[in-house]
T-cell receptor
Framework: GQQVMQIPQYQHVQEGEDFTTYCNSSTTLSNIQWYKQRPGGHPVFLIQLVKSGEVKKQKRLTFQFGEAKKNSSLHITATQTTDVGTYFCAGPADSNYQLIWGAGTKLIIKP | EAQVTQNPRYLITVTGKKLTVTCSQNMNHEYMSWYRQDPGLGLRQIYYSMNVEVTDKGDVPEGYKVSRKEKRNFPLILESPSPNQTSLYFC??????????FGQGTRLTVV
């Protein structure tokens, strides 16, 4: 069945370093969405990418959707403690509204 | 204010004692779903509903039941909970294959 692979599972960074998480789908996606889950919280929608090759920015966060619409990345420049959490990507299944989720990447700031 | 409300937020129960986790949304969304989240496994879909009286199994439906008698409510029922159902549960709603809105989560412990 359809799968979305997300790597890495964890990333430890010093505050101020950059962070990147990658998603790769087994099938072409009509869109890809990114969510952030703070510790103890629920996933919250960040952004949706729809077009092939699309790049969107939200302050220090840069989101990319691949040309083939099968892969995506989220890059955070100069991480801050407020960035801590788990970042998920998700794309709609072919057949219905169901979202197929990546396993998430947990961003940990080293003390 | 757009809301997805889950209750209870925390629940400790004993093996075999039937329980229901409620989920209610005020966004008039047709699509609702239940997920469980376990460390290292991301979000796994339990059941989803495309509309009233239409429900279907997700990836991990064993041991769970749902019902959708009204558009706004989508309760999750554990008829005979077991310790392997100890998890963090999220209800979510969406329209189309786009942004999902999550409830605050229910942390369930089965002893």
């Amino acid at each position: 069945g359809q799968q979305v692979m997300q790597i890495p599972q964890y990333q430890h960074v010093q505050e101020g370093e950059d962070f990147t998480t990658y998603c790769n789908s087994s099938t072409t996606l009509s869109n890809i969405q990114w969510y952030k889950q703070r510790p103890g919280g629920h996933p919250v929608f960040l952004i949706q990418l729809v077009k092939s090759g699309e790049v969107k920015k939200q302050k220090r966060l840069t989101f990319q959707f691949g040309e083939a619409k099968k892969n995506s990345s989220l890059h955070i420049t100069a991480t801050q403690t407020t960035d801590v959490g788990t970042y998920f990507c998700a794309g709609p299944a072919d057949s219905n509204y169901q979202l197929i989720w990546g396993a998430g990447t947990k961003l940990i700031i080293k003390p | 204010e757009a809301q997805v409300t889950q209750n209870p937020r925390y629940l400790i129960t004993v093996t075999g004692k039937k329980l229901t986790v409620t989920c209610s949304q005020n966004m008039n969304h047709e699509y609702m779903s239940w997920y469980r989240q376990d460390p290292g496994l991301g979000l796994r879909q339990i059941y989803y509903s495309m509309n009233v009286e239409v429900t279907d199994k997700g990836d991990v439906p064993e041991g769970y039941k749902v019902s959708r008698k009204e558009k706004r409510n989508f309760p999750l029922i554990l008829e005979s909970p077991s310790p392997n159902q100890t998890s963090l549960y999220f209800c979510a709603t969406q329209t189309g294959g786009t942004e999902a809105f999550f409830g605050q989560g229910t942390r369930l412990t089965v002893v």
